[in-house]
């Protein structure tokens, strides 16, 4: 014990739990704060304005005067562990439950999915960010990470893992093994983690744990009696739960004098503090004060303050080994401490940084752009700090004919793309248009070259191409078996080819496609869950290249090609693609003085044309009563909406119509 | 930007001057409301009547807040007004309407109180707008006693079935029978028809048949007023899409009136208004020539030219406001000598040069010359505009149905001023 080391008497015993009872438990700072505080490692809200929800929960300094001397927590007693499951089987709520039993959060603060702090989660009610936090457990300290169970947020419990020695698999009672509870398995499982598994929601009538408990056993591998039932919603078994953590999670291991390492595994810029970042710590100890050393950077900063999340930011003086926690060492710049990166003591540096992480490669692309040309520096700003916050996007500079400056963006699906257009135009105060997205394509060119075509206006001329290749998926669908046949359908008019079918039961089936990601990408989701009334699940994972006969269509605006409505698409679905597009245009173009003839061309070839008649009448009829000034009004509303309209061949184009004419079909 | 008007310089009226000015009045009673109409009207207030008249009466009188040159204004030297007259009123009123809703639902004795409260100049027109269904020929006679020298009747369409369509409370016959008894007491020739075009299920050959009778009507009317059917927000027509106006139909039938308006000889002189030369509504031609005027009663709008108290000398401003919108308000305000204003803007030069050439270019008179520079270099406003004597700019037909894009067009481009 160091210094100013203050002792409890030793932890209660726990039924079962032999390892560390004999030592003695080390104090545990009170987490509890007054004030609700945005928990965990977010952006902060709207910080261009103002409006930021963690003005709240700045206190990072304001807590120095909480240190109790040291706050070293006895590696043993440590528990790191991520919840991980299929998306919606609880794993949000269950931390509910924890924050709650453990009196992380009182009753007063207690929300539904506490630590789904961003707006765009609690509107859409699914986590989005991993969130850790501190909570204190029968004299153990547990480290518990809610991660996202979306297909697209894959990376969020990739990189949380590195930062634990064990998860809680979270299983719906009432729906059994879904498609990311088996990705999520085979990862904890490649790192080696312990997996605690469990059976959620025994409360519903639906619930059929036996069954499932058997599923898990037979498919996981997991003895059927081990695997624990709970309802997050009720709070039944939670409290087990937390002391079988305990007991087959084992403690970190590292070395409390050694050189420090410190493994940061989630960043995001405050306005005020600069870069805040998540640690943990491998070996060594984090001092407040002390001069660190970035080791991917070479670069040196002091560190400003440590602390825990408990989930309010509590400051500590120092943390140790197993200890998770955060980091503010004063740092501006966007490209430093980002995800991965290895901290260290610039007196005493480790020879060797950990393992960082490997950035998750893009598969959808689209254009960013900002709706008034005058923000794109702001965009760009915006793009670097949601960047330290999101490795897993990718941003390149492009210029557009219709729209200007913006940018190619790359993201991990679809709902990666809608969600960080949305929390770009939220929390930076951008308004933003996005194009149609679209996935990498990659052409031969006679000439023996080959270019990669993330964008449409990339496309080599048909004269010049030899061939192109379009990138594949391996597709995992988990399904009740009566839906096979429509499966199986929908997948072939994707092009999909199938790989593998298997029962993990006689009534569930686990269906393995190679299909183009082009095909997935946009609606294959939901074309699968309006199948299968939701019953199916799907994963799925990079799986090369292949050649397919694809073709670039251009929408012309009287006679003028648009580049922000040109796609790379497969010969077969051009047709459709040039006749939805046009007939979506004629809707959303408003009558002009003339007609506007809208084509669709392949390669100079029209395939679909509709025409926006030209406007014969806008006056308005009546003037009544004197009433002038509402005329005017109009009048000047119109000359408003005028100057927001792009020129596109004579053609005055709403931004609106931009806007709704690449908005994905709902 | 709109600013509230403030009590701003105004230019005082030289005496004896000769500039129009005109009194609207709003009578905001119907027996029943139209499901297209969104004006200023109640169907359960009729027993406010006395009272309101009474107000308007007082308003005029007294007009505390609105109109008059401010006593300011007043003592740079022009003479104020001789004692007892009414301060609402800058100079005798060259025009008087009385709109509503319902006018005709008023006795001539309450139309007497008002008009013998407005110092009027000799020769002035007096409107009173008329549901064919409120009126007889002793009605008529009465009104035609207290002063009014023109009707408008609201007479919508000549086919049953539109009329029906319109929720209109009168048939045919009713509006034959009210220009009978105008005849009657005297108002031939001065008598206007309001016509609506574009109810659900009128084709082009019932707006045909609608503008026929119109024209054979016993006496004909030397003024008609044609109004594209215009779904205003909130009323239950708004919530009705299947009822909504096709603009393309009321385009054809647009230039369906202005062809045969013309053949019986009334020509155009504002975009909805037909007349035989002479017979135009002077009041309403204030509104499009930014002409001044007092409203009186609730909801009515006034418009004072001003000096803009940060333009340079000789640069005109002007000022707009309008009253409470409820009847009961109007009345309380009066009554409790609180001010009837609502709201109103001081325009900005800029403002009300877009207000001109918006408002004069509905007209006959059409936009000086200065503004045909535009004109000249935009392909899309060809065939919309014609040139007139004395370098003006008019809209063609056709022209007048787009005529806010090409005011904003001409707006838009650099015309020398
Ligand atoms: N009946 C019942 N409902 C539960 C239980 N646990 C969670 N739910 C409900 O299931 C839904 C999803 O819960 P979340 O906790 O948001 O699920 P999640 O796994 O965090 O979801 P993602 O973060 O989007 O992957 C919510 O409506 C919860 O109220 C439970 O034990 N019983
Ligand atoms: C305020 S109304 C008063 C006249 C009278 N109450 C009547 O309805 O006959 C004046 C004229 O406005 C026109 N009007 C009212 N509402 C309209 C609408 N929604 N669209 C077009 N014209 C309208 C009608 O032609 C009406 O005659
Ligand atoms: S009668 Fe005239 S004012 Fe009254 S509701 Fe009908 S259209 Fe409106
Ligand atoms: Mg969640």
Not at chain 1, 330 to 336: M, P
Not at chain 1, 440 to 466: C, F, I, K, W
Not at chain 2, 13 to 38: M, Q
Request: hydrophobic content about 40%; proline content about 7%; aromatic content about 6%.
């Amino acid at each position: 014990m160091r210094r100013g080391a203050v002792t409890l008497p030793p932890a209660p015993q726990v039924a079962g739990i032999v390892a560390a009872a004999s030592k003695p438990a080390v104090v545990l700072i009170a987490a509890k704060i007054g004030a609700a505080t945005a928990p965990g490692l977010r952006a902060p809200h709207c910080s261009r304005t103002g409006r930021d929800r963690r003005d709240r929960s700045r206190p990072f300094t304001r807590r120095k005067n909480r240190h109790h001397g040291r706050d070293i927590v006895d590696l043993h007693r440590i528990r790191n562990l991520s919840v991980v499951a299929h998306v919606d089987h609880g794993k949000s709520t269950l931390s509910d439950r924890i924050l709650e039993l453990t009196g992380a959060v009182d009753a007063r603060e207690m929300r539904e999915q506490f630590l789904d702090s961003m707006d765009i989660e609690r509107e859409r009610g699914i986590t989005i960010k991993a969130q850790n936090v501190r909570v204190h457990w029968r004299g153990y300290t547990i480290h518990l990470i809610d991660t996202p169970g979306h297909v697209d947020f894959g990376y969020e419990v990739s990189r949380s893992l590195a930062a634990c020695e064990g998860v809680v698999l979270l299983v719906d009672a009432a729906q059994g093994i879904e498609a990311q509870t088996l990705a999520n398995a085979y990862q904890a499982l490649e790192h080696d983690k312990e997996i605690v598994a469990v059976l959620n929601k025994i409360d519903l009538p639906a619930a059929d744990p036996d069954r499932y408990a058997g599923e898990i056993e037979r498919v996981l591998g997991v003895p059927a009696d081990q695997v624990l039932r709970i309802s997050a919603k009720t709070g039944e078994g939670v409290a087990e739960l937390l002391d079988v953590i305990c007991e087959r999670i084992p403690p970190p291991s590292g070395e409390a004098d050694a050189p420090l390492q410190g493994l940061i595994f989630d960043s995001y810029y405050d306005q005020y503090r600069g870069v805040v970042s998540a640690v943990r710590i491998v070996n060594g100890t984090l001092v407040s004060g002390t001069r660190l050393r970035f080791m991917q950077t070479g670069r040196t900063h002091e560190v400003e303050e440590i602390g825990i999340r408990a989930p309010a930011n509590v400051a500590v003086a120092e943390l140790g080994p197993g200890e998770v926690g955060y980091l503010i060492a004063g740092i501006k710049d966007v490209g430093e401490a980002r995800s991965g990166e290895t901290v260290t003591t610039a007196a005493h540096p480790a020879s060797e940084p950990l393992e960082g992480y490997q950035d998750p490669k893009p598969m959808v692309f689209c254009g960013l752009y900002p709706l008034e040309g005058d923000d794109f520096a702001d965009l760009r700003d915006a793009l670097e700090k949601m960047r330290l916050n999101d490795a897993s996007i990718t941003y390149e500079p492009e210029t557009s004919g219709a729209l200007g400056f913006g940018f190619r963006c790359g993201f991990l699906g679809l709902l990666h793309m809608e969600i960080v257009r949305e929390r770009l135009e939220r929390e930076f105060d951008l308004s933003l248009i996005a194009t149609a997205p679209s996935v990498e394509y990659r052409a031969r060119l006679t000439d023996g070259s080959t270019v990669e075509v993330h964008n449409p206006s990339e496309m080599p001329e048909p004269q010049a191409l030899e061939w192109i290749e379009e990138p594949f998926l391996t597709a995992t669908i988990l399904t009740p078996a009566e839906y096979t046949g429509t499966l199986m359908d929908l997948c072939q008019n994707r092009r999909g080819d199938m790989v593998r079918m298997e029962y993990l039961s006689p009534e569930r089936l686990e269906l393995v496609y190679r299909i183009p990601l082009s095909e997935v990408v946009i609606d294959f989701f939901d074309a699968l869950k309006s199948r299968t009334k939701g019953y199916a699940s799907l994963d799925y994972e990079p799986a090369g290249w292949a050649r397919a006969d694809l073709v670039k269509i251009d929408i012309l605006l009287n006679s003028v090609p648009v580049d922000a409505f040109s796609a790379i698409v497969h010969r077969s679905a051009a047709h459709d693609y040039g006749r939805r597009m046009t007939e979506r245009l004629r809707e959303l173009i408003p009558r002009q003085l003339f007609d506007v003839p809208i084509q669709a061309a392949i390669g100079g070839r029209i395939v679909a044309r509709e025409t926006v008649k030209a406007k014969r009448k806008d006056v308005l009829a009546k003037c009544y009563g004197g009433d002038i000034t509402r005329k005017r009004k109009l009048l000047e509303k119109q000359k408003e909406g005028k100057k927001r309209m792009k020129n596109i061949g004579r053609v005055e184009v709403p931004q609106e119509a931009f806007i709704q004419a690449l908005r994905l079909e709902e | 930007m709109p600013r509230a008007a403030g009590p701003g310089p105004i230019a005082a009226p030289a005496a004896g001057e000769d500039r129009p000015f005109g009194v609207y009045v709003h009578v905001p009673f119907c027996v029943s409301r139209c499901d297209y109409c969104a004006f200023a009207t109640w169907t359960d207030r009729f027993h406010l009547a006395e009272r309101y008249v009474a107000a308007c009466v007082a308003e005029i009188r007294r007009a505390p807040t609105g109109w008059p040159p401010s006593a300011g204004a007043l003592s740079g030297g022009v003479a104020p007004p001789p004692a007892g007259w009414p301060a609402g009123v800058p100079r005798p009123a060259s025009s008087v309407f009385f709109g509503g809703g319902t006018p005709s639902l008023l006795p001539a004795r309450l139309l007497g109180q008002l008009l013998s409260a407005v110092p009027i100049s000799r020769g002035a027109e007096v409107t009173v707008e008329c549901n064919p269904d409120t009126v007889d020929t002793a009605t008529l006679r009465s009104y035609a006693d207290v002063g009014v020298t023109r009707l408008s009747f609201g007479v919508q369409s000549m086919v049953p079935h539109v009329l029906r369509a319109l929720g209109r409370r009168h048939d045919v016959e009713a509006a034959r029978a009210a220009v009978r008894a105008a005849s009657a007491a005297g108002f031939a020739g001065r008598y206007s028809v309001d016509l609506i075009y574009g109810a659900a299920g009128e084709s082009l050959e019932d707006w045909r048949a609608t503008i026929s009778a119109v024209l054979a009507l016993d006496p004909p009317p030397a003024h008609v007023s044609a109004y594209a059917l215009t779904v205003e927000r909130g009323t239950p027509l708004a919530a009705d899409r299947s009822r909504h106006p096709d603009p393309d139909d009321q385009a054809d039938k647009y230039l369906l009136a202005d062809e045969l308006f013309a053949g019986a000889g009334l020509r155009w002189y504002e975009i909805s208004n037909w007349a035989a030369p002479g017979a135009e509504c002077r009041h309403n031609q204030l509104y499009w020539r930014q002409g001044e005027y007092l409203g009186v009663g609730c909801a009515a709008h006034s418009h004072a030219r001003v000096r803009h108290p940060v333009a340079v000398a000789g640069v005109g401003g002007s000022r707009r406001w309008w009253n409470v919108r409820t009847p009961e308000r109007y009345v309380d305000q009066v009554e409790s000598g609180r001010s009837v204003v609502a709201a109103g803007e001081v325009l900005t030069p800029a403002e009300q040069r877009l207000e001109a050439l918006q408002l004069s270019l509905r007209t006959r008179a059409g936009v000086p010359g200065t503004a045909l520079a535009g004109w000249r270099e935009d392909p899309a406003l060809d065939g919309l505009l014609a040139t007139a004597p004395g370098d003006r700019a008019v809209l063609t037909a056709r022209g007048r149905l787009l005529a806010s894009e090409v005011a904003l067009r001409l707006h838009a481009s650099p015309a020398p001023r």
